[in-house]
């Protein structure tokens, strides 16, 4: 595996596998990796000819200073793993090589990203979607692959692809979780090892709030979600939201849609954590 940090070398190793013809995926990430990205690198693998992972922590998606600074950066361990898994090219960038100068465009998809993480995170899609429409300019890949685990930021890159008409297929990939049902998440290596048994909750809920629906209003299911985790110890709920999984937009009836997607947001002590599930 070769590892780069310019877009000039990139360029070059990228052309050299054009040439041959080859098919190239992009698995963009922002590092800290775990299971959840070794799928998604190992579907890119074997689904194209060569595959091209970032792993580049972009500070125009964070709202809040500390997160930045706190987010785990671990270039070294993270390349061992990409090497295990196939990967061609691991591409880490200075932010200097990203934005040279300041990204000044404006991305805009309500209502999808208006909702949810848009409504308590403002200005982190904007972010989200300079880094990756920088990269797909930069890597011009075929097949672009994404886990479901930031369910809305699949959504939001989806549509900015159809509307910026990017010539690349996006692949949405499972989440990936822990043997017990924790969600992977890079931010989970932040959890103290309370922490880590408290945040279990959030899979546990979501899981019966499955079986709950099954006899209940949409109304009673955020009920049982919200109650659950507010007695849940070291817990703070910041929203349940159930949702079209197309559109983003909250339902009142199971019958306003035929993809209902429960998404939640928990801050288990400082570490925001989110997690989603279809049902
Ligand atoms: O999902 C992430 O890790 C990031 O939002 C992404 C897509 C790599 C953009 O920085």
Known sequence: MEIVHTVRELQASLAALRAQGKAVGLVPTMGALHEGHASLVKRSVAE?????????????????????????????????????????IAFAPSVEEVYPEPDMRQFSYAPLDTVMEGKYRPGHFNGVCQVVSKLFDMVKPDRAYFGEKDFQQLAIIREMV????????????????????????????????????????????????????????????????????????????????????????????????AYPVGCITVFCGEVRLIDNIKY
Not at 75 to 82: I, K, N, S, T
Request: proline share 4%; glycine share 4%; net charge negative.
């Open 48 to 88: 194209n000819d060569a595959t091209v992972v970032s792993v580049f922590v972009n500070p125009t998606q964070f709202n809040d200073k500390n997160d930045l600074e706190k987010y785990p950066r671990t270039l070294d361990a993270d390349c061992v793993l990409l090497e295990q898994c196939g990967a061609t």
């Open 162 to 257: 159809r509307q910026m008409r990017f010539p690349l297929q996006i692949v949405g990939c499972p989440i990936v979780r822990e043997a017990d049902g924790l969600a992977l998440s890079s931010r989970n290596k932040r959890l103290s090892p309370e922490q880590r048994t408290q945040a279990l909750e959030i899979s546990r809920t979501l899981f019966a709030s499955v079986d709950y629906a099954k006899g209940h209003t949409v109304a009673e299911t955020c009920k049982f979600v919200e109650e659950a985790i507010a007695a849940a110890p070291g817990l703070r709920l910041e929203y349940f939201e159930l949702v079209d999984g197309n559109t983003l937009q909250s339902i009142a009836r199971w019958e306003d849609t």
